[in-house]
């Protein structure tokens, strides 16, 4: 046997038997690697089947996240408040949580957008959950040495979390159809009830077990947070491959590239701006947001303050957090078949509902209560869905992630606002006031919707 060139050659004296030599597959040899962006797009270009299996995975790979995130969701709304009022002890302050983490969302939701768009969904999204752990953990550190600036420092962090949970909804709809958006958002968001309602539910046992640990009770939610939020990143780092927006925005590139309507010396077309539909439907998430917030930040200290235990406190939040959820598979197909305006429409209308439906409840009524929170999820939840279908169908993957995370920054900085004023507003009238606020606030959709109409035209 001689060697040539670092090839081998067998001379005709050479008959030591050969290996067989197993020929790849074709179809195996199709199949692009986990990162290969480029030759995923070549491959769902020819087969359109492809795109709907590897939209399937992605869904799975997104499911998966949300039920650890909405575990750490969770521990701030049920739990965030009472803190606060426990280690600062200025009941107006008690809406100062929510203000943080809502404000580390807005800053979370503009840092996504965009790393997703310069690298993807996949290390934006894992970042952001990161942070939200340890954020998460901080809270708990604050709480164990009693360190009120590590606190509010703490929840800036933790709501990266928040901000990251929602932006997971818009990987689900990167390689949607556009009929079915709408769906494909519902399923990221239904996801998140397992964890959301476990959460809240857990209170009692996870304050116990706090306690058994040298903590106070009211951080337990928070170490179940910090753990669930950094399981959700590794969920994400490892298994979103490949990126679904790197690969939808090739798609996107390869259409321009070959599109008719382009310069005559051939190149494409610059990216359109974001359409009208854009700004009305970060209105409606804005308008929601702030009604949502505010009446369910004030929630667990009206009732403390009329003496229900935490168990029955963290009753209601969870159904309030099931609603913002569950009915999401429902809505998604809702919102595709009946159109993104009417489900707009009724958004409004069951958040008002809600308002009034608290404002009325009888001080010790925990049915009441748990009627109202349910409406209020449930419309936030109409309102969220519409709302996103409305920006995606109004924008093109070069552009789509940072529209996206600029519009969360709009919505957490809302819920920000909201949970600030819900405190004051609390703290200088009543309940019923804040109630029947939050839920006429909702009402101003319907202007935003009749000048979208208009321009329309």
Do not use: K
């Amino acid at each position: 046997m001689d060697r040539e060139g670092g090839g081998v050659v067998c001379s005709g004296a050479d008959h030591a038997p050969r290996r067989s030599v197993r020929r790849p597959d074709r179809r195996e040899a199709a199949v692009p690697s986990p990162d290969a962006v480029a030759p995923t797009a070549e491959l769902l270009r020819a087969d359109p089947g492809a795109r709907a299996v590897l939209q399937r995975r992605t869904l799975a790979v997104v499911v998966a996240s949300q039920v650890l995130g909405g575990a750490g969701l969770a521990a701030g709304i049920t739990v965030g408040a009472l803190l606060a009022e426990q280690m600062l002890g200025v009941p107006g302050l008690s809406g100062l949580p929510i203000a943080l983490f809502t404000l580390g969302a807005a800053i979370t939701a503009f840092g996504v957008g965009r790393l997703t768009q310069r690298s993807g969904r996949r290390p934006g999204l894992a970042a952001g959950f990161g942070a939200g752990g340890l954020g998460a953990f901080g809270v708990v550190a604050a709480a164990a040495t009693g360190s009120v600036p590590l606190l509010l420092v703490s929840l800036l962090v933790y709501g990266a979390g928040s901000a990251t949970n929602l932006q997971a909804r818009y990987a689900g709809a990167d390689l949607a159809p556009a009929e079915g958006r709408g769906t494909a958002v519902s399923v990221a968001l239904v996801s998140t009830t397992l964890g959301a309602v476990a959460g809240p539910n857990l209170v009692g046992p996870l304050g116990v077990l706090a306690e058994r640990a040298g903590l106070p009770a009211l951080a337990g939610p928070f170490v179940l947070a910090g753990v669930a939020y950094l399981a959700a990143g590794a969920v994400l780092l490892v298994l979103l491959r490949p990126d679904p927006f790197l690969v939808a925005r090739h798609l996107d590139e390869q259409t321009a590239a070959t599109d008719t309507d382009a310069h005559p010396d051939g190149t494409p077309r610059a990216a359109p701006r974001a359409g009208v539909g854009a700004t009305v439907g970060a209105a409606v998430m804005v308008l929601t947001q702030i009604a949502m917030v505010a009446i369910m930040t004030m929630t667990p200290v009206h009732m403390r303050a009329h003496h229900h235990d935490l168990s029955t406190i963290g009753l209601v939040i969870s159904v309030h957090i099931g609603a913002m959820y569950l009915p999401s598979l429902v809505t998604g197909q809702l919102v595709d078949r009946v159109g993104r305006t009417p489900m707009a429409v009724a958004a409004a209308v069951v958040l008002l509902l809600a308002g009034v439906t608290g404002a009325l409840a009888p001080t010790g009524s925990t049915p009441m209560m748990l009627l109202s929170l349910a409406l209020l999820g449930l419309g936030w939840n109409i309102g969220l869905i519409a709302g996103t279908a409305l920006v995606v169908d109004a924008t093109v993957p070069a552009d789509r992630a940072r529209t996206q995370g600029s519009i969360d920054v709009l919505v957490a900085l809302s819920g920000a606002g909201g949970g600030v004023a819900s405190g004051l507003v609390m703290q200088a009238t009543s309940w019923t006031v804040l109630a029947l606020a939050g839920g006429a606030l909702s009402l101003l959709l319907l202007p935003v919707l009749a000048w979208a109409r208009r321009t329309r035209r």
